[in-house]
Protein backbone atom coordinates (compact mmCIF):
# COMPACT_ATOMS: atom_id res chain seq x y z
CA UNK A 1 0.00 0.00 0.00
CA UNK A 2 1.00 3.68 -0.94
CA UNK A 3 1.97 6.38 1.55
CA UNK A 4 -0.92 7.91 -0.32
CA UNK A 5 -3.46 5.06 -0.28
CA UNK A 6 -2.65 4.65 3.67
CA UNK A 7 -3.09 8.05 4.45
CA UNK A 8 -6.63 7.55 2.65
CA UNK A 9 -7.77 4.40 4.74
CA UNK A 10 -6.53 6.46 8.17
CA UNK A 11 -8.53 9.54 6.82
CA UNK A 12 -11.89 7.31 5.21
CA UNK A 13 -14.32 5.82 6.77
CA UNK A 14 -16.45 2.97 5.78
CA UNK A 15 -19.76 3.27 4.45
CA UNK A 16 -22.61 0.78 3.56
CA UNK A 17 -24.46 2.00 0.79
CA UNK A 18 -28.44 0.66 -0.05
CA UNK A 19 -29.16 1.68 -3.71
CA UNK A 20 -32.34 0.67 -3.94
CA UNK A 21 -34.90 2.00 -6.89
CA UNK A 22 -37.08 3.50 -4.10
CA UNK A 23 -35.16 4.80 -1.13
CA UNK A 24 -31.03 4.65 -0.98
CA UNK A 25 -29.50 3.97 2.56
CA UNK A 26 -26.10 5.29 4.04
CA UNK A 27 -24.60 3.94 7.06
CA UNK A 28 -21.72 4.78 8.63
CA UNK A 29 -19.48 1.61 10.48
CA UNK A 30 -19.25 4.02 13.57
CA UNK A 31 -22.06 6.51 13.31
CA UNK A 32 -24.85 4.50 12.08
CA UNK A 33 -27.70 5.46 9.73
CA UNK A 34 -26.70 8.73 8.40
CA UNK A 35 -28.91 8.78 5.19
CA UNK A 36 -32.25 7.24 4.39
CA UNK A 37 -33.92 9.38 1.24
CA UNK A 38 -35.94 8.56 -1.92
CA UNK A 39 -33.79 7.44 -5.09
CA UNK A 40 -35.24 10.16 -7.25
CA UNK A 41 -33.26 13.29 -8.77
CA UNK A 42 -34.18 16.59 -10.47
CA UNK A 43 -32.45 18.06 -12.83
CA UNK A 44 -32.50 20.63 -15.99
CA UNK A 45 -30.90 20.44 -18.51
CA UNK A 46 -28.93 23.33 -19.75
CA UNK A 47 -28.61 24.99 -23.75
CA UNK A 48 -25.06 22.86 -23.91
CA UNK A 49 -26.60 19.73 -23.10
CA UNK A 50 -24.89 19.26 -19.81
CA UNK A 51 -28.03 18.50 -16.23
CA UNK A 52 -27.27 20.84 -13.63
CA UNK A 53 -28.69 19.02 -10.44
CA UNK A 54 -31.74 20.72 -8.61
CA UNK A 55 -33.07 18.74 -5.65
CA UNK A 56 -31.64 15.60 -4.92
CA UNK A 57 -33.94 12.75 -2.44
CA UNK A 58 -36.66 13.96 -0.37
CA UNK A 59 -37.03 17.41 -2.29
CA UNK A 60 -36.57 15.65 -5.61
CA UNK A 61 -39.51 13.21 -4.93
CA UNK A 62 -41.58 16.10 -4.25
CA UNK A 63 -41.25 17.08 -8.03
CA UNK A 64 -42.18 13.66 -9.72
CA UNK A 65 -44.89 14.34 -11.71
CA UNK A 66 -45.17 17.56 -11.10
CA UNK A 67 -42.35 19.34 -12.98
CA UNK A 68 -42.15 22.07 -15.97
CA UNK A 69 -41.00 20.99 -19.27
CA UNK A 70 -37.25 22.68 -18.61
CA UNK A 71 -37.73 20.23 -15.60
CA UNK A 72 -36.67 16.59 -15.17
CA UNK A 73 -37.29 14.33 -12.20
CA UNK A 74 -36.49 10.51 -12.59
CA UNK A 75 -35.73 7.38 -10.67
CA UNK A 76 -31.93 6.45 -12.18
CA UNK A 77 -32.67 2.98 -10.93
CA UNK A 78 -34.93 0.65 -12.41
CA UNK A 79 -35.92 -2.86 -11.08
CA UNK A 80 -32.31 -2.48 -8.97
CA UNK A 81 -30.20 -1.87 -12.06
CA UNK A 82 -28.59 1.50 -13.14
CA UNK A 83 -30.63 2.66 -16.09
CA UNK A 84 -29.23 6.24 -16.03
CA UNK A 85 -25.85 5.87 -15.13
CA UNK A 86 -24.82 10.09 -14.80
CA UNK A 87 -27.72 10.00 -12.78
CA UNK A 88 -27.08 7.62 -10.60
CA UNK A 89 -23.32 9.24 -10.17
CA UNK A 90 -24.57 12.27 -9.30
CA UNK A 91 -27.21 11.41 -6.76
CA UNK A 92 -24.41 9.11 -5.55
CA UNK A 93 -22.08 11.80 -4.64
CA UNK A 94 -24.45 13.89 -3.34
CA UNK A 95 -25.21 11.17 -1.16
CA UNK A 96 -21.12 10.36 -0.08
CA UNK A 97 -21.27 14.49 0.37
CA UNK A 98 -23.64 13.92 2.99
CA UNK A 99 -21.92 11.20 5.05
CA UNK A 100 -19.02 12.60 4.63
CA UNK A 101 -20.04 16.10 6.28
CA UNK A 102 -21.24 13.92 9.24
CA UNK A 103 -17.97 13.28 10.40
CA UNK A 104 -16.01 15.16 12.51
CA UNK A 105 -12.22 16.75 12.41
CA UNK A 106 -9.98 15.62 9.36
CA UNK A 107 -11.99 12.53 9.24
CA UNK A 108 -14.39 14.59 6.84
CA UNK A 109 -11.48 14.77 4.38
CA UNK A 110 -10.88 11.36 3.56
CA UNK A 111 -12.50 9.17 1.04
CA UNK A 112 -14.41 6.48 2.17
CA UNK A 113 -14.27 2.46 1.35
CA UNK A 114 -18.17 1.55 0.06
CA UNK A 115 -19.94 -1.66 0.61
CA UNK A 116 -22.89 -1.69 -2.03
CA UNK A 117 -25.50 -4.62 -2.09
CA UNK A 118 -27.27 -5.60 -5.54
CA UNK A 119 -29.99 -7.68 -6.61
CA UNK A 120 -29.05 -11.42 -6.93
CA UNK A 121 -27.53 -12.57 -10.01
CA UNK A 122 -27.72 -9.09 -11.80
CA UNK A 123 -24.78 -9.31 -14.81
CA UNK A 124 -21.22 -8.54 -14.73
CA UNK A 125 -21.89 -4.93 -16.91
CA UNK A 126 -24.47 -4.44 -14.08
CA UNK A 127 -21.84 -4.93 -11.39
CA UNK A 128 -19.70 -3.14 -13.13
CA UNK A 129 -21.95 -0.07 -13.98
CA UNK A 130 -22.09 0.24 -10.45
CA UNK A 131 -18.53 0.25 -9.25
CA UNK A 132 -17.87 2.61 -11.52
CA UNK A 133 -20.60 4.94 -10.76
CA UNK A 134 -19.31 4.89 -6.50
CA UNK A 135 -15.38 4.97 -7.27
CA UNK A 136 -16.43 8.29 -9.89
CA UNK A 137 -19.15 9.60 -7.23
CA UNK A 138 -16.04 9.53 -4.35
CA UNK A 139 -15.16 6.03 -2.98
CA UNK A 140 -11.59 5.05 -2.55
CA UNK A 141 -12.88 1.04 -2.99
CA UNK A 142 -16.30 0.21 -4.19
CA UNK A 143 -17.09 -3.54 -2.68
CA UNK A 144 -20.48 -5.48 -3.26
CA UNK A 145 -22.32 -7.75 -1.98
CA UNK A 146 -25.72 -9.78 -2.81
CA UNK A 147 -29.04 -7.83 -0.98
CA UNK A 148 -30.26 -11.44 0.45
CA UNK A 149 -27.62 -11.95 2.01
CA UNK A 150 -27.50 -8.32 3.39
CA UNK A 151 -31.12 -8.63 4.26
CA UNK A 152 -30.75 -11.55 6.22
CA UNK A 153 -27.97 -10.68 7.93
CA UNK A 154 -29.53 -7.73 9.01
CA UNK A 155 -32.69 -9.50 10.10
CA UNK A 156 -30.43 -11.94 12.44
CA UNK A 157 -30.56 -15.14 11.12
CA UNK A 158 -27.86 -17.66 11.33
CA UNK A 159 -26.53 -17.43 7.83
CA UNK A 160 -23.05 -18.56 9.07
CA UNK A 161 -24.03 -22.10 10.31
CA UNK A 162 -24.82 -25.42 8.32
CA UNK A 163 -28.70 -24.72 8.61
CA UNK A 164 -31.41 -23.57 6.01
CA UNK A 165 -32.63 -19.83 6.55
CA UNK A 166 -34.92 -17.82 3.96
CA UNK A 167 -36.03 -14.32 3.40
CA UNK A 168 -38.03 -12.63 1.36
CA UNK A 169 -36.51 -9.09 0.41
CA UNK A 170 -38.95 -7.41 -1.07
CA UNK A 171 -37.91 -3.77 -2.40
CA UNK A 172 -38.89 -1.37 -4.67
CA UNK A 173 -38.04 -2.68 -7.99
CA UNK A 174 -37.33 -6.14 -7.35
CA UNK A 175 -38.33 -9.12 -5.01
CA UNK A 176 -35.71 -11.83 -4.23
CA UNK A 177 -36.37 -14.74 -2.13
CA UNK A 178 -33.25 -16.99 -0.96
CA UNK A 179 -32.19 -19.57 1.14
CA UNK A 180 -29.15 -19.20 2.02
CA UNK A 181 -26.57 -21.82 4.79
CA UNK A 182 -22.70 -21.35 5.62
CA UNK A 183 -22.67 -17.90 4.66
CA UNK A 184 -23.88 -18.90 0.98
CA UNK A 185 -27.08 -18.65 -0.88
CA UNK A 186 -27.94 -22.33 -1.62
CA UNK A 187 -31.35 -20.76 -3.71
CA UNK A 188 -32.51 -17.71 -5.02
CA UNK A 189 -35.41 -16.56 -7.33
CA UNK A 190 -35.30 -12.78 -8.42
CA UNK A 191 -38.71 -11.15 -9.74
CA UNK A 192 -38.87 -7.92 -10.95
CA UNK A 193 -41.80 -7.01 -8.74
CA UNK A 194 -42.37 -4.73 -5.42
CA UNK A 195 -43.53 -1.48 -4.12
CA UNK A 196 -43.01 -0.36 -7.47
CA UNK A 197 -45.21 -2.86 -9.67
CA UNK A 198 -47.76 -2.43 -6.37
CA UNK A 199 -48.36 0.90 -7.10
CA UNK A 200 -48.14 0.40 -10.71
CA UNK A 201 -51.11 -2.31 -10.57
CA UNK A 202 -53.37 0.08 -8.33
CA UNK A 203 -52.99 2.69 -11.28
CA UNK A 204 -53.89 0.47 -14.04
CA UNK A 205 -56.76 -0.83 -11.90
CA UNK A 206 -58.51 2.15 -11.36
CA UNK A 207 -57.88 3.29 -15.46
CA UNK A 208 -59.60 -0.13 -16.12
CA UNK A 209 -62.20 -0.05 -13.36
CA UNK A 210 -63.08 3.42 -13.23
CA UNK A 211 -61.76 5.00 -16.30
CA UNK A 212 -59.85 7.42 -13.76
CA UNK A 213 -56.41 8.25 -14.15
CA UNK A 214 -53.83 8.71 -11.57
CA UNK A 215 -50.24 9.46 -10.71
CA UNK A 216 -47.86 6.47 -8.67
CA UNK A 217 -47.98 9.04 -5.46
CA UNK A 218 -51.24 8.75 -5.13
CA UNK A 219 -51.21 4.68 -6.00
CA UNK A 220 -49.03 4.70 -3.23
CA UNK A 221 -50.91 6.62 -0.50
CA UNK A 222 -53.94 3.71 -1.42
CA UNK A 223 -51.41 1.13 -1.01
CA UNK A 224 -50.67 2.23 2.49
CA UNK A 225 -53.99 3.49 3.80
CA UNK A 226 -55.96 0.27 2.89
CA UNK A 227 -53.96 -2.14 0.83
CA UNK A 228 -53.98 -5.30 1.99
CA UNK A 229 -52.51 -8.70 0.89
CA UNK A 230 -55.18 -11.09 2.58
CA UNK A 231 -58.34 -9.71 3.62
CA UNK A 232 -58.84 -11.95 6.45
CA UNK A 233 -55.99 -11.04 8.46
CA UNK A 234 -56.17 -9.45 12.08
CA UNK A 235 -54.87 -6.03 11.14
CA UNK A 236 -57.00 -5.99 7.92
CA UNK A 237 -60.10 -3.72 7.30
CA UNK A 238 -62.16 -4.99 4.28
CA UNK A 239 -64.56 -2.14 4.58
CA UNK A 240 -61.89 1.01 5.23
CA UNK A 241 -62.09 3.60 2.17
CA UNK A 242 -59.93 5.85 0.75
CA UNK A 243 -60.89 8.51 -1.61
CA UNK A 244 -58.11 9.26 -4.98
CA UNK A 245 -58.76 12.25 -7.12
CA UNK A 246 -57.29 11.92 -10.73
CA UNK A 247 -58.67 13.00 -14.26
CA UNK A 248 -61.89 11.32 -15.92
CA UNK A 249 -59.99 9.48 -19.27
CA UNK A 250 -63.75 9.99 -20.83
CA UNK A 251 -64.30 13.94 -20.08
CA UNK A 252 -60.82 14.96 -19.70
CA UNK A 253 -62.20 16.88 -15.95
CA UNK A 254 -60.58 15.87 -12.92
CA UNK A 255 -62.71 13.49 -10.89
CA UNK A 256 -62.88 11.74 -7.08
CA UNK A 257 -64.46 8.84 -6.00
CA UNK A 258 -64.22 6.40 -2.81
CA UNK A 259 -62.45 3.10 -3.21
CA UNK A 260 -62.20 0.45 -0.33
CA UNK A 261 -60.01 -1.84 0.47
CA UNK A 262 -61.36 -5.21 -0.92
CA UNK A 263 -60.93 -3.06 -4.63
CA UNK A 264 -56.89 -2.80 -3.81
CA UNK A 265 -56.72 -6.06 -2.61
CA UNK A 266 -58.24 -7.47 -5.95
CA UNK A 267 -55.60 -4.89 -7.67
CA UNK A 268 -52.64 -6.56 -6.30
CA UNK A 269 -53.27 -9.71 -6.83
CA UNK A 270 -51.57 -10.47 -10.01
CA UNK A 271 -48.38 -8.70 -8.63
CA UNK A 272 -48.24 -10.86 -5.16
CA UNK A 273 -48.79 -13.96 -7.20
CA UNK A 274 -45.36 -13.40 -9.17
CA UNK A 275 -43.77 -13.50 -5.71
CA UNK A 276 -45.53 -15.84 -4.31
CA UNK A 277 -44.52 -18.79 -7.29
CA UNK A 278 -40.88 -17.15 -7.05
CA UNK A 279 -40.80 -18.07 -3.47
CA UNK A 280 -42.17 -21.81 -4.43
CA UNK A 281 -39.62 -22.50 -6.98
CA UNK A 282 -36.95 -21.40 -4.18
CA UNK A 283 -38.36 -24.13 -2.14
CA UNK A 284 -38.46 -26.55 -4.60
CA UNK A 285 -34.61 -26.32 -5.47
CA UNK A 286 -33.80 -26.05 -1.70
CA UNK A 287 -32.92 -29.85 -0.54
CA UNK A 288 -34.47 -31.67 1.79
CA UNK A 289 -32.29 -31.40 4.91
CA UNK A 290 -32.88 -27.16 4.42
CA UNK A 291 -36.25 -27.69 4.52
CA UNK A 292 -36.48 -29.08 7.48
CA UNK A 293 -34.43 -25.93 9.41
CA UNK A 294 -37.35 -24.00 7.65
CA UNK A 295 -39.92 -25.65 9.11
CA UNK A 296 -38.63 -24.72 12.28
CA UNK A 297 -37.04 -21.44 11.64
CA UNK A 298 -39.27 -19.83 9.32
CA UNK A 299 -39.47 -17.09 6.39
CA UNK A 300 -38.38 -13.64 7.72
CA UNK A 301 -40.08 -10.68 5.30
CA UNK A 302 -37.64 -7.54 4.76
CA UNK A 303 -38.13 -4.62 2.62
CA UNK A 304 -40.85 -1.85 2.45
CA UNK A 305 -42.81 -4.49 0.91
CA UNK A 306 -42.75 -6.38 4.06
CA UNK A 307 -44.93 -3.86 5.53
CA UNK A 308 -48.12 -4.31 3.19
CA UNK A 309 -51.33 -5.64 5.65
CA UNK A 310 -51.68 -9.15 5.74
CA UNK A 311 -48.85 -10.24 3.80
CA UNK A 312 -47.30 -12.61 6.65
CA UNK A 313 -50.43 -13.98 6.72
CA UNK A 314 -50.98 -14.49 3.09
CA UNK A 315 -47.69 -16.18 2.60
CA UNK A 316 -47.47 -18.43 5.20
CA UNK A 317 -50.96 -19.95 4.22
CA UNK A 318 -49.48 -20.26 0.77
CA UNK A 319 -46.19 -21.72 1.90
CA UNK A 320 -47.28 -23.88 4.06
CA UNK A 321 -44.47 -22.40 6.44
CA UNK A 322 -43.87 -19.90 9.41
CA UNK A 323 -43.71 -16.48 8.20
CA UNK A 324 -42.74 -13.39 10.15
CA UNK A 325 -41.67 -10.15 9.62
CA UNK A 326 -38.11 -8.87 10.40
CA UNK A 327 -37.96 -6.74 13.07
CA UNK A 328 -37.66 -3.35 11.00
CA UNK A 329 -38.09 -4.65 7.15
CA UNK A 330 -36.98 -1.35 5.66
CA UNK A 331 -33.93 -1.25 7.85
CA UNK A 332 -32.68 -4.92 7.51
CA UNK A 333 -30.40 -4.51 4.59
CA UNK A 334 -28.45 -1.25 6.31
CA UNK A 335 -28.64 -3.03 9.30
CA UNK A 336 -26.63 -6.78 7.12
CA UNK A 337 -24.28 -4.21 5.93
CA UNK A 338 -23.17 -2.50 8.91
CA UNK A 339 -23.10 -5.88 10.45
CA UNK A 340 -20.76 -6.65 7.28
CA UNK A 341 -18.26 -3.35 7.84
CA UNK A 342 -17.80 -4.28 11.67
CA UNK A 343 -16.96 -8.02 10.95
CA UNK A 344 -14.30 -8.31 8.63
CA UNK A 345 -14.55 -11.93 8.56
CA UNK A 346 -18.28 -12.56 7.73
CA UNK A 347 -17.02 -9.33 4.61
CA UNK A 348 -14.94 -11.30 3.09
CA UNK A 349 -16.76 -14.42 3.28
CA UNK A 350 -19.93 -12.38 1.55
CA UNK A 351 -18.72 -10.21 -0.54
CA UNK A 352 -17.46 -10.50 -4.57
CA UNK A 353 -15.68 -8.87 -6.70
Same mark, same amino acid.
Given at each position: ???????????????????????????????????????????????????????????????????? $???? &?? #????????? %? *?? /?? !? =????????????????????????????????????????????????????????????????????????????????????????????????????????????????????????????? $???? &?? #????????? %? *?? /?? !? =??????????????????????????????????????????????????????????????????????????????????????????????????????????????????????
Amino acid at each position: MSWRAAIEAWLGTDLYIDLGTANTLVVDRDEGLIVNEPSVIAYKVMADGRRRIVAVGAEAKLRLGKTP $GHLT &AR #RPLRAGVVS %D *LD /AT !E =AMLRHFIWLARRAKKGWRALGRPRVLMSLPYGVSDVEKKAVRECGLLAGAREVLLMDEPMAAAIGAKLPVRQARGSMVIDIGGGTTEAAVMALCGIVACEAVRVGGDAFDEAIVEFMRRRYNLLI $GEPS &AE #RLKLQIGTA %D *LG /AQ !E =AQPEAQAEVRGLDATSGLPRSLEVNAAEIHEALQPKLELILQAARRVLERTPPELLADLLAEGVVLAGGGALLCGLPERMSRELALPVRRAPDPLLAIAAGGAEGLRDPELLERVSFV
